[in-house]
């Protein structure tokens, strides 16, 4: 991505010949869902960007400043990161929490699950403010620590294996990944937990291009670093998200600090900033870690292997049915097909989940009794959302104050960071 000046020199777009134009509308669309599910703050909890007065660093233009964060070579540092999510979503009065246990994310493990398991941590990422303390060596060595009230969580990287601790239950979780010469033959992918502001702002730079403006606002103070306020904005309207600002420090090009804020006003939807950050080497203890004597230590493998938890046992939930294995395996059919509709902040993906009817009624299917399963699911759902028509048929719209879902009464799904309006218009141009 190679940017470029425009006007006064401090607003720029980017080329857009170097990539395709499917690849350029996924990278949008991917941007906000992966914000959403990793985590990040909100701006009221998390101390002010410019919380020790502006200071007074030479004229910089967006298009250096961006090059000033691609050129950023920092293999150390370390430091406890703030931060905060206010999606505004729909409180479900604990069925949420009675959904994950039937899955097996608690303490409870019968099924092959693991408190410690990472994924069932990001869900906590999701809402709230949380503390963490991060440390980075290099691009094999991370650790990442979630500060709780009397526990704490560590997802500690070191080489190829990553380990999992859970103070509270005392469970372990371990799994083992490539090794960074391996990742780069395989493009580089990395999949660690995207914990730092740095992380936030490599995938919201991804998505800039002629839609989108970006522009140097002032400049900051955070966690005692001086740094310049970088403010990227949708051109387009349509788009739940408002703007994004990053704080970048001035001397090693690293964001410190990454807010979004939606189009609608009020708090920030993601904000996360450091408050305190030091680019020395860590300590190589840091990494090292031995599960403790007696721990109950679980392999990555054997998660994805095992089956899952039979119907009408324990929860009643009857997950693991036949019937939800068949949804699953439709609803993964579907994602193969996914498509993107429209371009820059309005893009929306689309796929079809390979099932008619829209919502879930709440039936097994197993055997025919609804009335362990909550009733008329469907109705209880349909009851979050908002019911729309046009010219796709009639479906519901699931709204939050960044990502809005569309699912059709025929069974596909409109998602994106983009009004209700802007759904049923992708509906429409999509039908």
């Known amino acids: 991505m190679t940017p470029y000046e425009s006007g006064s020199g401090t607003e720029i777009v980017t080329e857009t010949e170097e990539r395709g134009t499917g690849r ?69 009065g604990g069925l949420e929490s009675g ?8 303490s409870g493990s019968a099924d092959g699950g ?23 060596d290099g691009p094999d060595r991370q650790k990442v620590s979630l500060l709780q009230d009397a526990a704490e969580y560590s997802l ?15 469970e372990v979780y371990h799994s083992t990944t490539a090794a960074a010469d391996d990742r780069a033959e395989d493009g580089g992918r990395r999949e660690e937990l995207p914990a730092t502001p740095g992380d936030m702002a490599e995938e919201a730079l991804k998505a800039v291009d002629d839609t989108t403006s970006v522009t140097v606002d002032g400049t900051a103070q955070v966690a005692g670093r001086d740094a310049y306020r970088l403010v990227i904005e949708p051109k387009q309207k349509g788009s739940t998200v408002g703007s994004i600002s ?29 408050t305190q950050v030091s680019f020395d080497k860590p300590a190589a203890s ?46 993964a059919k579907g994602l193969d097909g ?46 979050l959302g908002d019911q729309v028509k046009g010219e796709f048929g009639s479906g519901t719209v699931f709204s939050t104050r960044l990502v809005n879902a569309l699912i059709t009464d025929d069974g596909t799904v409109y998602v994106g960071a983009v009004t209700k309006d802007a759904l049923v218009e992708a509906a429409d141009a999509g039908r």
Request: no cysteine; charged share 20%.
């Open 246 to 274: 990053v704080a970048v420090d001035a001397k090693t090009g690293v964001p410190l600090k990454f807010t979004l804020s939606p189009a609608g006003g009020g708090s920030a939807v993601v904000d996360a900033g450091f």
């Open 286 to 331: 840091t990494f090292d870690f031995t599960p403790p004597k007696g721990a109950k230590v679980t392999e990555g493998d054997e998660i994805e292997e095992a089956p899952a938890a039979g119907s009408g046992s324990g929860s009643g939930s009857g997950l693991g049915s036949g019937k939800e294995q068949k949804s699953e395996e439709e609803l």
């Open 114 to 136: 693991s408190s410690a398991d990472p994924s069932t941590k990001l869900t906590e990422l999701a809402s709230g403010t949380h503390t963490l303390r991060v440390a980075l």
């Open 99 to 106: 959904l994950m246990n039937g899955a097996g994310s608690s």
């Open 24 to 92: 350029r509308k996924v990278a949008r669309y991917v941007v906000p869902v992966t914000v959403m599910g990793v985590a990040a703050a909100t701006i009221g909890l998390v101390p002010a960007l410019a919380d020790s007065g502006d200071p007074d660093l030479p004229d910089i233009t967006a298009q250096q400043l961006l090059e000033k964060v691609a050129a950023s070579d920092v293999q150390q540092l370390s430091g406890t990161v703030k931060i905060s999510t206010d999606f505004g979503l729909p409180d479900l």
């Open 156 to 170: 500690i990287h070191d080489g190829k294996d990553v380990w999992g601790y859970d103070s509270e239950s005392g």
């Open 338 to 383: 996914l498509k993107v509709i429209g371009e820059g902040w309005n893009a929306v993906a689309t796929f079809d989940t390979g099932s008619q009817g829209g919502l879930p009624t709440g039936d097994t299917g197993d055997t025919g009794d609804t009335g362990d399963t909550g009733g008329d699911l469907g109705g209880f759902l349909g009851s």
